[in-house]
């Protein structure tokens, strides 16, 4: 609790921020499996980037394997939001474990993207970051080859394709939207022929919380994002606050990793929260900031998202 004498200081929280439909799914596909199957259920990867929300899971009965190898015969497994290449439900089915797919409808929708592409016989250009699972998981749709990843509109000066091939582009899920669209301009000059994805491929989750931290970084002398350090959208909104203007921008885990000289001497400070950290880590942090100050806190909204997706049919079925 603080004093009267507390330095004053206003919270600006952006909207929309936190969870999104595919993290919020995927969680509940490992409670939902629990609950269902018992402890312990495997899951392959971190279900969702956030450590707060992988040890919660973990306390409740989930096992994280990085391999399937892992898993013994007979138990359940899940797969990550992020998705996965081909070979790891192939690789699941020869082993006949019962597994779960826990990847969001949105990745699943550029894989289907880039299979059409491949079946018209187009060699596919995949935009986003070398490692990231959900890139991993998208190259390993389609034989080794048929997909080339780049990163930065100076790889699309590199690329060693002549003005006939037929292309097209897709990208990660999770990208700065003005960046992406940097290289996508940069594609489209050098390769006019070059199809787009039917629909955007970065999801509305990721484009709204760039545009709610773009919306609250003029009114803030820092902001805080609250998120993973190898969460790409989390990254991506320090990136995008940075890059309009704002000075002190910093990734925080939890309440314990801010950086309060930083915020020393300022009055406004704006806080979001990346697409898998949830909404306790926002309430954390402000009351973190309460012990400090006298708060008062704003919130600034530009989208409502109602966006749900169903949960695999054999968890909606009811329960032999
Ligand atoms: Fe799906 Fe977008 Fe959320 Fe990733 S950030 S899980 S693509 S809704």
């Not at 919020?24 to 969702?48: C, K, M, S, T």
């Not at 020393?264 to 929260?273: C, F, K, P, R, Y």
């Not at 942090?285 to 695999?312: G, H, M, N």
């Amino acid at each position: 609790m603080t004093s009267s004498t507390a330095p004053k200081i206003e919270l600006v929280l952006a909207a929309p921020r936190g969870f999104c439909a595919g993290v919020d799914r995927a969680i509940q596909i490992v409670e939902r499996a629990l609950e269902r199957f018992g402890a312990p259920v495997y899951v392959r990867h971190e279900i969702v980037h956030n450590r707060f929300v992988v040890d919660s899971l973990a306390a409740k009965g989930a096992i994280f394997v990085d391999e399937l190898d892992e898993v013994p015969q007979g138990a359940p497994v899940v797969f990550s939001a992020h998705g996965v290449p081909k070979s790891v439900p192939e690789a699941a089915r020869a082993r006949n474990l019962f597994y779960l797919d826990a990847t969001c409808p949105l990745v699943s929708k550029v894989h289907r993207g880039a299979e059409r592409h491949y079946r018209e016989g187009r060699k596919i250009i995949l935009i986003g970051h070398a490692g990231h699972p959900e890139v991993i998981g998208t190259m390993g749709q389609l034989p080794e080859g048929a997909v080339i990843l780049i990163e930065t509109v100076a790889d699309v000066a590199r690329l060693d394709l002549s003005q006939t091939t037929p292309l097209a582009y897709i990208t990660q899920t999770t990208l700065s939207v003005d960046d992406t669209a940097e290289i996508i301009a940069a594609l489209k000059q050098r390769f006019p022929q070059i199809e787009n994805p039917k629909k955007e491929d970065i999801c509305y989750a990721t484009t709204n919380r760039q545009a709610a931290v773009k919306a609250i970084t003029a009114d803030c002398d820092a902001v805080l994002v609250i998120g993973a350090p190898n969460s790409s959208n989390s990254l991506r909104l320090v990136e995008v606050a940075k890059r309009a203007g704002c000075k002190h921008a910093q990734l925080v885990q939890r309440a314990m990793d801010i950086d309060w000289s930083a915020l020393q001497g300022l009055s406004v400070v704006g806080i979001t929260a990346g697409a898998s950290a949830p909404e306790r880590l926002v309430e954390e942090v402000i009351e973190a900031f309460r012990q400090r100050y006298a708060v008062t806190v704003r919130e600034i909204a530009t989208a409502s998202e109602a966006v749900q997706f169903k949960l695999p049919a054999a968890l909606d079925a009811p329960a032999a």
